[in-house]
């Protein structure tokens, strides 16, 4: 898939002030996962495969006030507010680049693959 139909599948599942639900660095930042809230049921997922840089940027001068792992769905602060997906070559290769901005967070992933799609959110994986 193009980095233009990837940023048209995001844009159409209407990403804007979406609660954050989950995100997840795994493998050595091999896979990122970020899920958000669409419904009280579903959720949508974006899975960055083959990743190659994960910058995960929390703002300073924000106070969480408590511990983000203690706290219930309701009560996290994060909220997608813009996704840009481009493209960048470097090193001999080409990877795609994803700008998430979820103030107080930003988060920016390089990586060959992004799969985007509706979850359940009651079934577990």
């Known amino acids: 898939m ?67 792992k203690d706290m219930s769905f309701g009560q996290i602060p994060y909220f997608l507010q813009d996704v840009t997906v481009g493209e960048v070559f470097e090193g001999g290769n080409t990877f795609y680049t994803c700008k998430i901005n979820m103030w107080p967070l930003n988060v920016e992933v390089w990586c060959k693959k992004i799969n985007v799609y509706k979850i359940n959110l009651n079934e577990t994986d």
């Open 2 to 68: 193009n980095v233009q139909k990837i940023q048209k599948l995001i844009d159409e599942y209407y990403y804007w002030d979406s609660r954050a639900l989950e995100l997840e660095c795994n493998y050595f930042s091999d896979e990122v996962i970020l899920v958000y809230e669409d419904t009280k049921e579903k959720g949508i997922k974006y899975e960055f495969l083959e990743c190659y840089r994960t910058l995960i940027d929390h703002d300073k001068t924000y106070d969480k006030l408590r511990k983000v």
